[in-house]
């Protein structure tokens, strides 16, 4: 539309002919609406009154001829929500907080030793079940063991790896059994869960199955303190996987935690089927960290084959051996075994003492 140039004294004559209404006082200036708009703008920067409509509709609908209640709201109350999220957030809090360092009060006296169990994958063909059979049978068998379980307790296959129950002799459901046998085969400290694991979402089984074991389940990681009767405090941190990674030294991850996080004396690790280890020492507090990578009970591996990886499992698990008797910053309050039989005996032997 080509605008015409109106006056001010125009523009509010139409204005005020049309009661304020700027698309019929638009039309008569020959102006577009946006036009009228920028003169209207201009004139009010000037200190002009300008007059706004007063339109009422004088044709309002007539009554409806029948009555409707309105629907209450399918929601709470804004106030309600309010409130609610709050509480979810302190209740968040108090777990995240309370999960930093999680105590476990030990109320035998004496050594003790934690069977660290690799990634059993217990319904894996290539799973060495006679060796899981054996080694919790070892726990149930010697005073002062507890077992401890890395993460990856099944494949638990999900979403597009679903398709590779298909190449393996167990289902789905025989694998959640194999694991609950499992579970109740022996005492657990702690049970971490593993990205296989996690695949489950926020219905984790394990975390239900560990619950009636009244045993400790964390997704992932759990650091605890273990406090013993005389008063001596030994730490583990245990991560499915610690991060950070290295070609050179297969324990970098968890000795990457040991020397640029917290300071414990146990670090321990899963997830890439490989055994590792290495000794530090914190200079400020003067305990001896050790750094564990345990590898898996699934020891034949056609994904580990596929893709060239090399065998560098020197056992499924690791025995640790922890004398409360020692001075905080002895370095033999902490020994590591890869046998465990051989760990569990010397374990029986420092108990004896």
Known sequence: MTEKKATDEQIMAALAKHN??????????????????????????????VRGTTYQNRNPPP????????LPDDDIPIEQLIEQRKRKFTH????EEASKLIPIRIKIGGPIGLLHFGDPHVDDDGCDIEAIER????????????????GDTTNNWTGRLARLY??????????????????????????????????????????????????????????????????????VNARH?????????????????????????????GHKHE???????????????????????????????ERGFRDNSLSPCALTVIDPSLQHDHPDMVKVFWEPEVGADYLRWLRSR
């Not at 991060?243 to 917290?262: C, D, F, R």
């Open 166 to 235: 298909a190449d393996q002799t167990t289902s789905a459901a025989q694998a959640w059994r194999i694991a609950e046998w499992f579970v109740n085969r022996c005492r657990w400290l702690y049970m971490i869960g593993g990205n296989h694991d996690l695949w489950s979402g926020s219905g984790d089984p394990l975390k239900w199955i560990a619950k009636q074991q009244n045993s400790l389940y964390k997704s992932s990681e759990a650091r605890i303190a273990l406090r013993f009767p005389n008063g001596a405090e030994v730490r």
């Open 63 to 70: 009554t409806a001829d029948f009555e409707f209640t309105p």
């Open 275 to 305: 055994s590792a280890y290495s000794v530090l020492k914190d200079p400020i507090q003067g305990i001896t960290m050790h750094a564990i990578k345990v590898a898996s009970y699934k020891v034949y591996d056609r994904y580990a084959k």
């Open 135 to 150: 080694h919790t049978a070892l726990v149930n068998a010697t005073e002062g063991l507890f077992a401890c379980n890395v």
């Open 20 to 49: 304020g209404i700027r698309t019929m006082a638009a039309a008569e200036l020959k102006l577009s609406e946006r036009g009228l708009l920028r003169r209207l703008a201009a004139m009010r920067g000037a200190g002009l009154e």
């Open 92 to 95: 968040k809090r108090e777990h």
């Open 241 to 269: 996987d610690h991060s950070g990674s290295s070609i050179w030294n297969p324990a970098h991850g968890p000795m990457k935690a040991a020397l640029m996080g917290t300071r414990d004396h146990i670090y321990v690790a």
